[in-house]
T-cell receptor, first 118, second 115 residues
Framework: AQKITQTQPGMFVQEKEAVTLDCTYD???????LFWYKQPSSGEMIFLIY??????QNATEGRYSLNFQKARKSANLVISASQLGDSAMYFC???????????????FGKGTKLSVIP | NAGVTQTPKFQVLKTGQSMTLQCAQD?????MYWYRQDPGMGLRLIYY???????DKGEVPNGYNVSRLNKREFSLRLESAAPSQTSVYFC??????????????FGDGTRLSIL
């Protein structure tokens, strides 16, 4: 079973409108972290926002916010006031604490391609 | 302001050739990672190094070897390249000791084509 599921291969949004990108996850670990990354057409991976499993409040970073619903195991990214520069691939990723090695690996979803329409 | 540096940025190989992808980070991170990105597949972990002197397999390690040369450098080697290894390769680093919320920082990627 996939650990991270992004059900929207592609999304369109009008400039200045808000958009929600879906992410559901699967883990039995009580301690985990969820990340969103942006990958523009130039190819680099840009970290956007983080949500910890024990965080009481939804994370926010500027125009980005995370709608975290722990019971539903979802961590949707909300982008407010979309801009043309927001057109990119967006990846949801999960970090689970692995015992022993002390390393925190990321498992990525397949991504959502967002296109912002002028 | 370099962060994670990968070399080369592009490479074309013939089937059976060998190649080493280089990665260096200047953020004093303990952990380093190699991913591959294929269309429609997201990023998949090939190998990682939790700290200097240790390496472990990720989700898709077959056909690859790695070396953690020192704290800064983590290389990925293809001993006998195959067309199925055509992909974009990303190196990343992180400092898990600073907390669960520490993101991985990525290089700009290496676009590798194998004919």
């Amino acid at each position: 079973a996939q650990k991270i599921t992004q059900t929207q291969p592609g999304m369109f949004v009008q400039e200045k409108e808000a958009v929600t990108l879906d992410c559901t996850y699967d883990t039995s670990d009580p301690s985990y972290g969820l990340f969103w990354y942006k990958q523009p057409s130039s190819g680099e991976m840009i970290f956007l926002i983080y949500q910890g499993s024990y965080d009481q409040q939804n994370a926010t970073e500027g125009r980005y916010s995370l709608n975290f619903q722990k019971a539903r195991k979802s961590a949707n990214l909300v982008i407010s006031a979309s801009q043309l520069g927001d057109s990119a691939m967006y990846f949801c990723a999960m970090r689970e604490v692995r015992s022993g090695a002390g390393s925190y690996q990321l498992t990525f979803g397949k991504g959502t391609k967002l296109s912002v329409i002028p | 302001n370099a962060g994670v540096t990968q070399t080369p940025k592009f490479q074309v190989l013939k089937t059976g050739q060998s190649m080493t992808l280089q990665c260096a980070q200047d953020m004093n991170h303990n952990s380093m990672y190699w991913y591959r990105q294929d269309p429609g597949m997201g990023l998949r972990l090939i190998y990682y190094s939790a700290s200097e002197g240790t390496t472990d397999k990720g989700e898709v390690p077959n056909g690859y070897n790695v070396s953690r040369l020192n704290k800064r450098e983590f290389s990925l080697r293809l001993e006998s390249a195959a067309p199925s290894q055509t992909s974009v390769y990303f190196c990343a680093s992180s400092e898990p000791g600073r907390g669960l919320n520490q993101p991985q920082h990525f290089g700009d990627g290496t676009r590798l084509s194998i004919l």
